[in-house]
């Protein structure tokens, strides 16, 4: 695991102990952001279920201006503190204890990019993309990524998003919502 591009480039990222944390692969990680750059310069970004905080630290570290990584675990919010010193970027970054549901009520900045990577048999993407919904700037609009099972297959059309991509990478299926409103 390591991160991929930007500032700190080959940077690898301290991995989880266990299976009870499930990092992004880098090839994932990598068509992500083929898909999204154009959206993360700058951006403030909100990493729910952050876990290692991979995508988030990738974000910051492609231009970013700022990332609020969200995790109910404690063992996941230390690892992304790790990370995060580890790459120089704690200042650029907020570790949030909640779950999803208060965590755009924590954060008093309108995101730009949202990454949504909850357990795959977690099935709260409805609710996560209608509270994304709620803290986008209806101006400015803005982009959710919903990484899943590559069995899953989610509606075009949900809570003010549009799915604009869908590709799927062997077990892991991304898509990327718009928000239109």
């Not at 990493?47 to 492609?62: H, Q, W, Y």
């Not at 009520?105 to 990454?115: K, L, N, Q, S, W």
Request: glycine residues 12%.
């Amino acid at each position: 695991m390591r991160v991929i591009a930007g500032i700190c480039r080959g940077r690898r990222l301290f991995s989880p102990d266990g299976n009870s944390i499930r990092p992004t692969a880098d090839r994932v990680k990598g068509a992500i952001f083929s898909m999204i750059g154009a959206y993360i310069p700058d951006a403030v970004v909100v990493d729910l279920f952050s876990g290692s905080g991979g995508l988030g630290i990738e974000a910051l570290s492609r231009g970013a201006r700022r990332c609020y990584f969200c995790d109910i675990s404690a063992k996941a919010r230390d690892l992304t503190g790790k990370n995060l010193a580890h790459c120089g970027m704690a200042d650029r970054a907020e570790i949030l204890h909640c779950d999803y549901k208060a965590a755009f009520d924590r954060i008093g900045d309108a995101p730009d990019v949202v990454f949504l990577d909850p357990p795959y048999e977690r099935d709260c993407y409805t609710n996560c993309l209608a509270a994304a919904g709620a803290a986008f700037d209806a101006a400015r609009g803005g982009i959710v990524v919903a990484e899943h099972s590559a069995a899953l297959r989610l509606p075009e059309r949900l809570s003010g998003f549009v799915r604009i991509k869908e590709k799927r990478y062997g077990s892991t299926g991304v898509s990327v919502f718009l928000y239109e409103g």
